[in-house]
């Protein structure tokens, strides 16, 4: 048996604003920092929805991601 873990880091869920809470990272150098101090802490993988810096909303376009 494998003691291997995944631990699957999600910064900037679909939901959360700074509105709601000044700790979710909407900026791409706030995702960075959150991404890189989690990677030190152990984590495996990142599933990102990249933000649109203006609206805050969730953005599928690829020049924002």
Same mark, same amino acid.
């Given at each position: %048996?494998? !003691?291997?873990?995944?631990?699957?880091?999600? #910064? *900037?869920? %679909?939901?959360? *604003? /700074? /509105? %709601?809470? #000044?700790?979710? #990272?909407?900026?791409?150098?706030?995702?960075? !920092? !959150?991404?890189?101090?989690?990677?030190?802490?152990?984590?495996? %993988?990142?599933?990102?929805?990249?933000? !649109?810096?203006? *609206?805050?909303?969730?953005?599928? /376009? /690829?020049?924002?991601?």
């Amino acid at each position: %048996m494998s !003691d291997k873990l995944i631990v699957n880091f999600t #910064p *900037t869920g %679909m939901i959360p *604003t /700074k /509105k %709601m809470t #000044p700790h979710v #990272p909407i900026s791409v150098s706030e995702i960075i !920092d !959150d991404v890189h101090r989690a990677t030190e802490a152990g984590i495996t %993988m990142v599933h990102l929805h990249a933000r !649109d810096e203006i *609206t805050e909303e969730p953005s599928y /376009k /690829k020049e924002i991601y």
